[in-house]
């Protein structure tokens, strides 16, 4: 091994047991191989390039000096120049400790910082072996060789690491959890990655150097040559990755986009779009909205689960492919609004999906059993991939929901205050997010102009900037107390809704990773990690780059996986938590004899859902990463559930039709 890539080892094998360290979810073998393979693949490289830049700097040093280049003495001027790295680094680190509300700037320094100390000390070690005396040839090989190498990195990390959980220990910190993977076999696994990542960088290196000697024998210099090779062999790879994206994505979009072969007829019922006499077709809606709009709950079962007289509820939903731009699609609603009655309700509730379009079956349901049917929902959809997949279309989601709800404003302003609904607004995962978005820089003052009166958001991602400026104590746009943070439905008994100003309610689980994950992890520190961590989050677990966001991306995908009609309270689970959520944060009246009844019926149905549907494509994404192709009809099932009279999709005279699955009909 060259210097360089001992260097590379020695970081790549400290950065292992940091990696190990847990963070707010479960993790299998595999996940804890992966997230250790690429922390050291990403490690060894910055290491490795680093220590190359270093000598290239101690050589230039000595030819400006007019010194020999020979190896000693390059060996000796590479130590110098990484002891001042690794000095000025250090105390760039320890000038720019975290704090909260930092500037992206101030992050990236001190991200850089670390890195940079990491990778000079990694360099030390290196160069300090190439001194050892060369007379004793066995002492300097062993010492050399990457087994001793890889031993260095990792017990001095693993002493650092150690000597910090023992001081955690003694200051009374509660111990690590004890679900964690097979040491022995996730350690394997991260080292078949990282040799894998390993192999792709040498091919790439090997593909760079056959196209920079084409470019050299053309007259370019040798400098000029590697880079060019390098620049192009990146960009054919890039191009490569760009092509396999597109195509995955146009598989997740077309299998988001195939109907459930058991919904392929339009439902009877002239109250939800798609149904007798709607302006929204039928057939372009794609699956999640057609599961929405059947699943309306129906004033009889209502009655029967509430114990009360009720109504029909009102659902409008405007699929991304019922009309093709977001004008014409928000005077669509406007007109299926009005063809309805949907204004005419005392509850109006105004949804943003998820990246699928799907939009939680248990709480529209929760909203319609709680209001007696005395309610309409309205939701434009603006994208049809898992969420993760649907990042790229958060700024269409936020312009739609902006400019329906601004005009569905105008509407209301219109009409006589006593005729007008109460308006609330219900978004989960990205519909929190894309609901949240156009009511940035306003704090509660943008929603308070809309009429907007309440609000409930499930699992908000990181990545809501309003969220993150509604933290702000000192922001002038936020009424005191109107934000109510919550990490289970649990609390909100604890709060007098009589007293309480709280009117708009973010529900995220303290072990939901979905709400601690961002791109920014890379380069900042989060809060979440500092002084203010929740009790999900283990004493031990610090932030480094790219660690923690591994493990938070890691975390993130199994924080959905999900069981039909087993509710949790866990993860970016929620369904446990919706009916108590729904019923406080839109103000709905409801005994608890009622609320007991309630969840009973959202389980009951959710467990029916799973048997006349495929999996919920975003929780089989999340949970197993297994594709959604593969459709379930179960004919027999579905028509004893069409001809029962009150059943949650009764009116939808869906039926076994030989040939026609995943046609949309009506």
Not at 319 to 346: H, M
Not at 419 to 445: C, K, W
Request: aromatic share 6%.
């Amino acid at each position: 091994m060259s210097t360089s890539q001992r260097a590379g080892v020695v970081a790549a094998s400290a950065s292992v047991p940091r990696s190990l360290v847990p963070l707010v979810q479960p993790r299998s073998a595999v996940d804890q191989g992966l997230i250790t393979g690429l922390t050291a693949a990403m490690t060894y490289s910055f290491a490795a390039v680093a220590h190359e830049a270093s000598r290239g700097i101690a050589r230039a040093l000595l030819r400006s000096s007019g010194a020999r280049t020979d190896p000693a003495s390059t060996t000796r001027m590479t130590l110098a120049v990484n002891l001042t790295a690794l000095g000025v680094s250090s105390a760039v680190y320890a000038a720019l400790p975290y704090r909260k509300r930092e500037s992206v700037g101030r992050g990236l320094a001190r991200a850089v910082a670390h890195r940079v100390v990491t990778a000079s000390a990694a360099g030390l070690v290196a160069a300090s072996l190439d001194k050892l005396p060369s007379r004793n040839r066995p002492v300097r090989a062993v010492a050399r060789s990457a087994p001793t190498v890889i031993a260095v990195g990792a017990g001095v990390s693993g002493t650092v690491q150690h000597l910090r959980s023992k001081s955690l220990k003694e200051s009374g910190a509660p111990p690590r959890r004890a679900n964690q993977p097979p040491l022995v076999k996730s350690i394997a696994i991260g080292g078949a990655a990282a040799m894998g990542a390993a192999g792709l960088a040498a091919v790439e290196r090997e593909f760079a150097r056959g196209i920079g000697a084409g470019v050299s024998r053309a007259g370019g210099g040798k400098t000029r040559s590697a880079l060019a090779g390098h620049l192009v062999s990146l960009g054919i790879i890039g191009a490569a990755i760009h092509r396999v994206g597109v195509m995955y994505f146009h598989r997740a979009e077309t299998a988001m986009s195939t109907p459930d072969p058991a919904l392929w007829r339009s439902p009877e019922s002239p109250l939800v779009s798609g149904g007798t006499g709607s302006l929204v077709a039928w057939g372009p809606l794609t699956r999640e909205a057609r599961r929405h709009l059947v699943t309306a709950t129906s004033a009889e079962r209502i009655a029967s689960v509430m114990g009360e007289p009720a109504i029909e509820p009102i659902r409008v939903y405007v699929g991304l492919t019922s009309a093709p731009t977001i004008e014409e699609r928000v005077r669509l609603a406007l007109k299926e609004i009005d063809r309805t009655g949907a204004l005419d309700r005392s509850l109006l509730v105004l949804c943003s999906p998820t990246g699928s379009g799907f939009i939680n079956y248990s709480a529209s349901a929760a909203w319609e059993y709680l209001s007696r049917g005395d309610c309409a929902s309205v939701a434009l959809q603006y994208a049809s991939r898992p969420s993760w997949l649907s990042l790229d279309r958060v700024a269409a989601g936020r312009e739609q929901n902006w400019a329906m709800w601004t005009a569905l404003a105008k509407v209301l302003n219109d009409r006589e205050p006593a005729r007008r609904p109460r308006v609330v607004i219900f978004g989960e995962s990205l519909g929190a997010h894309t609901s949240q978005d156009p009511f940035l820089h306003t704090g509660t003052m943008g929603l308070h102009d809309l009429g907007i009166e309440r609000a409930l958001w499930l699992g908000t991602p990181h990545t809501s900037r309003w969220s993150l400026e509604a933290r702000d104590p000192k922001n002038p746009d936020i009424r005191p107390g109107e934000i109510l943070r919550v990490a289970s439905a649990a609390e909100l008994s604890l709060v007098d809704p009589n007293t309480s100003p709280a009117r708009y309610v973010l529900l995220s689980h303290d072990d939901d990773a979905v709400t601690l994950f961002s791109p920014s992890l890379l380069v900042e520190h989060p809060w979440w990690l500092g002084d203010e961590r929740s009790p999900a989050i283990p004493p031990e677990a610090s932030w480094s780059s790219p660690t923690t966001f591994l493990q938070a991306a890691v975390d993130a995908k199994n924080a959905g996986a999900v069981a039909p009609g087993e509710f949790g309270s866990t993860g970016h689970d929620y369904r446990g938590d919706v009916a108590r959520a729904v019923r406080f944060a839109f103000d709905l009246p409801c005994t608890k004899a009622q609320l007991t009844v309630l969840e009973k019926a959202l389980r009951e149905e959710e467990r029916e859902h799973a048997a006349l549907w495929t999996p919920r494509p975003e929780a089989t994404t999340r949970a197993a990463g297994a594709s959604e192709w593969i459709g379930r009809l179960v004919p027999r099932t579905l028509r004893g559930r069409m001809s029962r009279p009150g059943g949650r999709v009764a009116g939808n005279r869906a039926e076994e039709r030989p040939g026609s699955a995943g046609q949309g009909g009506g």
